[in-house]
């Protein structure tokens, strides 16, 4: 599997100042990989060191049983945590189904979904937790008053001879929560999957695509709206995949009404 290079030498970045002030004027933000590796080497040096078991539990996701479009090309694990307002510190908590509503999934919303959880060994590699980190960081900045309801998706897009994989088969969205971080992990034998930002006009404001592990995209899902073109297989005779971890940051206050 693909590893990010490593660069244990570089000094501390202001990566979060950064995307504080993109947030702020722009609600999107594209962070390259190599941006986002060194800001996690420099808040912890050891966060890499277990980057190769990270990535390789995704070859261990279940497939989603609740795709109402019939599609088998999806995977994923999830699991739920919280933070404090302005803490930027997160802590887990008991396994739960997910929820959204019809307004915000009209293809697979409106319904408890129950996942199979993320594995204690993601829940504490280093990587997860300083990529975990780094979100409390920003959105405590943006909304220090916020007590965040946490859930963190692992996805697996397949893409193979007879499917085209849909990283977002609800189309152009918004979750139904404040802040959503998208951390690419690896792609492989893929073409597609065109990250693609829109306003609530459904306008193409931006669009570009998230190729080498740990680029990552963030946006203000209250603010605008995205979605990630197909995925179709690069060599008929391999299927391919795109992997992904998606960590959404929702206001408490807002859970109850979803």
């Not at 050891?46 to 995977?75: I, T």
Request: aromatic fraction near 10%; charged fraction near 25%.
């Amino acid at each position: 599997m693909t590893e990010p290079v490593r660069d244990d030498t570089v000094d501390d970045p202001d990566l979060i100042d950064d995307l504080q002030e993109i947030l702020q004027q722009h609600y999107y933000a594209h962070v390259p990989a190599e941006d986002l590796q060194q800001w996690l080497l420099a808040e912890d040096p050891a966060a890499l060191n277990d980057w190769q078991l990270f990535a390789d539990s995704w070859h261990d996701l279940k497939e989603d049983p609740y795709m109402a479009d019939g599609g088998h090309y999806r995977r994923r694990r999830h699991a739920t945590f919280s933070a404090h307002p302005g803490a930027e510190t997160w802590r887990s908590e008991p396994h739960q189904p997910h929820y959204q509503s019809l307004s915000y999934n009209p293809l697979n919303g409106g319904i408890l979904r129950y996942y199979e959880p993320m594995t204690d060994v993601v829940k504490s590699s280093r990587i997860f937790a300083a990529v975990m980190n780094t979100g409390c960081r920003i959105f405590s900045r943006l909304a220090p008053e916020s007590s965040w309801h946490i859930e963190a998706h692992q996805f697996r897009i397949e893409a193979s001879h007879h499917q085209r994989g849909l990283p977002t088969p609800e189309g152009v969205h918004s979750d139904g929560v404040d802040f959503v971080m998208m951390v690419l992990i690896n792609r492989y034998g893929v073409e597609g999957g065109i990250s693609q930002i829109f306003d609530h006009r459904q306008n193409l404001l931006d669009e570009f695509t998230l190729c080498e592990p740990l680029s990552m995209a963030i946006v203000n899902d209250r603010e605008i709206l995205h979605g990630v073109t197909a995925i179709q297989q690069t060599d008929p005779a391999v299927e391919g995949y795109r992997d992904i971890l998606v960590v959404t940051f929702k206001d408490r206050l807002r859970v109850a009404g979803h």
